[in-house]
């Protein structure tokens, strides 16, 4: 009975050996498989450098395309500025009123004077011409067609000679002062400002002895009629009538009171009442 239970306890020891062993070994294996395995949910740390790269590509590709931009705007301005000479060099001589400059900026301008250019708009195939008024700035023309912008630059070049023709005329004006003006008998012949015209009075000779003819006639009062003197008698007899009702009306009131109140106040503080 002895050897069957050492036999059976040393199995049974064998057995938890080999489990304890199993164990381990699977404990090993996931972890081996844990530092292996790569999550899909782990966030990637950012990389700066490659940012940064990819920024100045980005930057470099923008820059390209806006100086291919500006380059067409240029040349399209360069074409226009061909087509406006010969109307600018048509001004007077020795006149720097007009002055074509070509503006190298990142929006780039063609401007004609101090207040007038022409630009590209946003599709970089239309002209604009604007002018800088008091107002505010004015859109003088818009088109694709160099044409139509050289014919609006034509008028506005002819307005502005023409204003500093004018301009140049009322300074002369100024300056040479008002000019006198011929004396007239009868005043000038403008209406509705002409002056009075002054007529001479006649005096006789002083060797005429006759009498004036014309003498001054004394003036003759107007009558005065029968139903205005009956008005004005009766407005009299009204004023009389209303004089004498307003003294007894004021003798009754100052009696009426000396019966009722004055009467007593006399007899106290004064003595008896007269009546």
């Known amino acids: 009975m002895a050897p069957i239970c050492a036999e059976s306890s040393r199995r049974l020891g064998q057995l938890a050996v080999r489990r304890i062993h199993a164990t381990l070994i699977s404990e090993r294996a996931d972890k081996y498989e844990s530092m292996d395995d790569k999550p899909q949910n782990v966030p990637v740390q950012p990389d700066l450098v490659a940012s940064i790269r990819q920024a100045r590509v980005e930057n470099a590709e923008r820059a390209d395309a806006i100086a291919e931009v500006r380059e067409l705007e240029i040349v399209r301005l360069q074409a226009l500025e061909s087509a406006l000479e010969p109307v600018v060099d048509q001004a007077p001589q020795g006149l720097d009123l007009f002055d074509l400059a070509l503006t190298q900026s990142e929006h780039p301008r063609l401007f004609l004077d101090m207040i007038a250019f022409v630009d ?3 599709d970089k195939r239309t002209y604009r011409f604007f002018q800088d008024t008091r107002n505010g700035r004015v859109l003088m023309a818009e088109s694709q067609s160099v044409d139509t912008i050289v014919a609006a630059v034509a ?3 002819a307005r502005r000679l023409v204003e500093r023709e004018r301009a140049v005329t009322v300074d002369s004006r100024v300056a040479e002062g008002p000019r006198p003006q011929p004396a007239e008998a009868n005043g000038p012949a403008t209406w509705p400002i002409g002056r009075p015209r002054t007529r001479a009075l006649h005096v006789p000779p002083p060797a005429a002895s006759e009498p004036l003819a014309v003498t001054e006639q004394p003036r003759v009062r107007p009558r005065r ?23 007894l009306l004021l003798g009754v009131g100052v009696y009426w009171a000396w019966i009722t109140r004055l009467s007593d106040l006399w007899a106290r503080w004064i003595g008896p009442p007269p009546f």
């Not at 009629?225 to 003294?247: E, K, P, Q, Y």
Request: aromatic share 6%.
């Open 120 to 122: 590209m708009a946003h």
């Open 155 to 157: 008028d506005y070049v």
């Open 225 to 247: 009629g029968i139903m205005r003197l009956l008005g004005d008698a009766l407005s009299l007899f009204l004023m009389l009538v209303g004089s004498i009702t307003l003294a």
